[in-house]
């Protein structure tokens, strides 16, 4: 293959790859195309709206809104209205700070009294020790039997058993006993090959070992009857093959006209123009030269009004 020949497959490989594009847009769409976010016009305007001149409202109308706080002193910045500054929100003049408070400021600036029969909260650290002192007769004072009785701690169960120690101390005797035979030989480790494998062999030979009573026994007519395998159902069909031989006649025999006529295929037209017919309104020459009844004619008569 050439160079010519391989860009022009690769072409049409890529012609093919590209995604179909839609034309029912053609029959419901009138307007030009319009791609929101930019700054164009919807619709084109005119020269004559470009030179127009406004009127007197539309220009009044078309003003920014006036900023009431410029130049004047209520213009503030955002901070002075914030809470909990540990400086002044703004400046204090020279003559507030000199000035004298009336009576009635000074009424107004006396913290709220509690009422008399208010007692204050105890502290948080009442119960610590060095707070509270105790009286000397309090502390010579012989306590009740009931006192002591709640002052006991809360016993365990009786069959309650404390946490083992993770380390466990081995006796003495325990440590200078003598293992019996039975113990070495449990204690003893299993002899494995290495390697989770079998020993290997000849492929006729067991996996295990079978001894020669084993091959001489004869089964009985019970087992010979278990062994049997599961027989099929009267009427079973095997699945068929996936390929079979096609036989001679078939390759040999002639295929009719009728069978012809139904191997042709289906030629469709392309969507394009099955959605875009550029003849939709072409009349055709028998319409032409048709004539209609007299009953098309009647109705075809406009309304008299």
């Known amino acids: 293959m050439d160079t010519t020949d391989q860009a022009t497959t690769l072409r049409r490989v890529y012609q093919l790859a590209s995604p179909k594009t ?7 769409n009138y307007e030009p195309k319009l791609v929101w976010g930019n700054q164009d016009h919807l619709w084109p305007l005119s020269p004559t709206a470009l030179r127009a001149s406004a009127s007197p409202r539309l220009e009044r109308l078309a003003l920014s809104k006036r ?3 410029t130049g004047r002193k209520i213009c503030r910045p955002e901070f002075t209205y914030s809470c909990g500054r540990s400086s002044l929100v703004w400046e204090v003049s020279p003559l507030a ?14 913290p709220k009294m509690p009422p008399p029969e208010y007692q204050d909260d105890r502290p948080e650290n009442a119960f610590s020790d060095g707070i509270w002192s105790v009286t000397e007769g309090a502390k010579r004072c012989p306590s009740r039997e009931r006192t002591e009785f709640l002052a006991r701690p809360k016993t365990p169960h009786q069959y309650y058993t404390g946490n083992r ?3 466990t101390t081995v006796p003495g005797p325990a440590q200078r006993t003598v293992a019996t035979p039975r113990v070495e030989d449990l204690a003893r480790p299993k002899s494995r090959p290495a390697g989770p494998f ?4 000849h492929p006729e030979q067991s996996i295990w070992k079978v001894n020669g009573k084993a091959r001489t026994a004869s089964a009985t007519q019970r087992l010979l009857e278990l062994a049997k395998p599961k027989g099929l159902a009267d009427g079973f ?5 996936v390929m079979w031989p096609v036989s001679r006649s078939a390759r040999r025999t002639q295929h009719t006209e009728r069978l012809a006529q ?3 295929p289906i030629v469709r037209a392309t969507m394009d123009h099955v959605q875009f ?14 004539r209609c009844s007299q009953r098309v004619e009647e109705l075809a008569q406009p309304l008299v009004r």
């Not at 000035?99 to 107004?108: D, G, H, M, N, P």
């Not at 079998?198 to 062999?201: A, N, R, S, V």
């Not at 017919?277 to 048709?290: I, N, R, S, Y």
């Open 22 to 28: 839609s034309k029912s847009v053609w029959l419901t």
């Open 67 to 69: 900023n009431f706080q």
């Open 97 to 110: 700070m000199t000035a004298e408070s009336t009576e009635r400021v000074k009424v107004l600036a006396l």
């Open 165 to 167: 120690q993770v380390e």
């Open 198 to 201: 079998l020993e290997p062999g």
């Open 237 to 241: 069909v095997a699945n068929r093959e």
């Open 262 to 264: 139904l191997s042709v």
């Open 277 to 290: 017919d550029p003849d939709a309104f072409l009349v055709k020459e028998t319409a032409k030269k048709g």
